[in-house]
Each structure stands twice: as C-alpha cells, then as structure tokens.
C-alpha cells in the first residue's frame, strides 16, 4: 500500500531537548516537504527536497532543520524546541512534473513543547 | 501564486450533492486548480486538479468556468464520511512545484 508514515505520532517534550520526527514513504517520489498546521494560520511548508541531498526551506523554517540522506526518509530535526513550535506536522511526498502529482500526506505528529 | 476564496461553512444532507465554490479570480494562464481535504485532523486528501477543462474521477467533479477565475467541486452523493475541510489551492506548475498553499477551506458538514 502506498503510504507516508511519520513517528512518533504524538510527542511531549519539554523546552531545548532535541527531537526527531520521522517520516518515511514507499512510493520512490522526489519531493517530500514537511509542513506545520495551527489554528488560524492553515498548513505552511517548513522545508522541502526535491530529492537526495537537495533541500531547501519552505515559509517557516526557522529552529527546524532537515536532511534527506535516501529517498525515502526526510527526517524533521528540532534542535532546541521552544513552546511555540507545538504544532500538529504533516510530512508529505509527490513525483515531481508529472501532470497527475498528486499530493500525499502523512498521518501527522502532534507536537507539545512545554 | 494566486489566491482563492472559499465560504467558510456549508452543509450538506446527506446522499444529495455537495458544490463548493472556490473564486481565483487573479490565476494565471500556468496555474493549476487543487483542491484537498482534511478529515479531522488527518493528513490532508487529494481529490482532484484540473487546468480549464472539467474533471471528473471517483470521488469527485471540478468545474471551471471558462474564464478560469472560479471553480467549483461537486460531490455527487455526499455520505456522512465527507465531513471535511475543504480547500481550493491553485498551483503553479514550476520552481517549487510541490509547494501547497493552504487557505482556510470551507467546512463541509454532511448532515443525516
């Protein structure tokens, strides 16, 4: 089945103690991106790859970094969490040019950063 | 990239169909019309796209006006399943091709 997963799913923490949110897809795609959703302020894309060791950032990059070592895998790294990166995440992978890229998303990680 | 506009809210009874309308009135000729769902929380859906022409597939139908600045997506027999968010993204086809931008959608609440 095609999917994108992400782990953990749900996540506490508190404030400066780095995380790893992973997130991985079965499809061969090129591009993966991870986005952040909030509450009034809709999905905003925090960082993308187009493929292998290709990344760049997205609208809301800062205090996140990423690495895209296989196709697969797009790990997103939170150096020092700060509250108000408590979010709900969402990975996402897509073929890229192709004139039905659809879209998919993963299951999401909420993230709490006390 | 151009923006859209959708209501907020709509409902639905369920098994007649649901059409939500989306306004772009400022696309471009390379833009692409997207629209997504999100299911309480869930990672958003992909439900159709289309350029100018209308498209239908199985769980949908998008509508485009001929001058492209409105678009409108049909559910043919809405279920309760469809309560959703729904939301219109139009997309341009180069540079950062994968980048979605989301709106605030419209609710769709399927009522029994």
């Known amino acids: 089945e095609a999917q994108v997963t992400q782990n953990p799913r749900y996540l506490i923490t508190v404030t400066g103690k780095k995380l790893t949110v992973t997130c991985s897809q079965n499809?061969?795609?090129?591009?993966m991106s991870w986005y952040r959703q909030d509450p009034g302020l809709g999905l905003r894309q925090i960082y993308y790859s187009m493929n292998v060791e290709v990344t760049d950032k997205g609208d809301v990059p800062e205090g996140y970094k990423v690495s895209r070592k296989e196709k697969r895998n797009f790990p997103l790294i939170l150096e020092s969490p700060s509250p108000n990166q408590t979010s709900l995440y969402f990975c996402?992978?897509?073929?890229?040019?192709?004139?039905?890229?659809?879209?998919?998303f993963g299951p999401g990680t909420r993230l709490t950063v006390l | 990239d151009a923006k859209t506009t959708q209501p907020p809210s709509m409902d639905c009874a369920e098994g007649r169909a649901a059409n939500l309308p989306c306004n772009h009135s400022t696309i471009s000729g390379n833009e692409y019309v997207y629209w997504y769902r999100q299911i309480h929380s869930q990672g958003p859906q992909y439900i159709i796209h289309g350029l100018k022409n209308n498209e239908t597939n199985e769980m949908a139908s998008l509508i485009i006006t001929e001058d492209r600045k409105s678009s409108t997506l049909i559910l043919p027999h809405a279920t309760l399943r469809d309560t959703a968010v729904y939301y219109c993204i139009v997309r341009v086809r180069s540079g950062n091709t994968g980048k979605l931008i989301f709106g605030q959608g419209t609710t769709l609440q399927v009522k029994p």
């Open positions: 499809m061969n795609h090129e591009y």
């Open positions: 996402a992978s897509s073929r890229l040019q192709t004139s039905t890229d659809t879209q998919y």
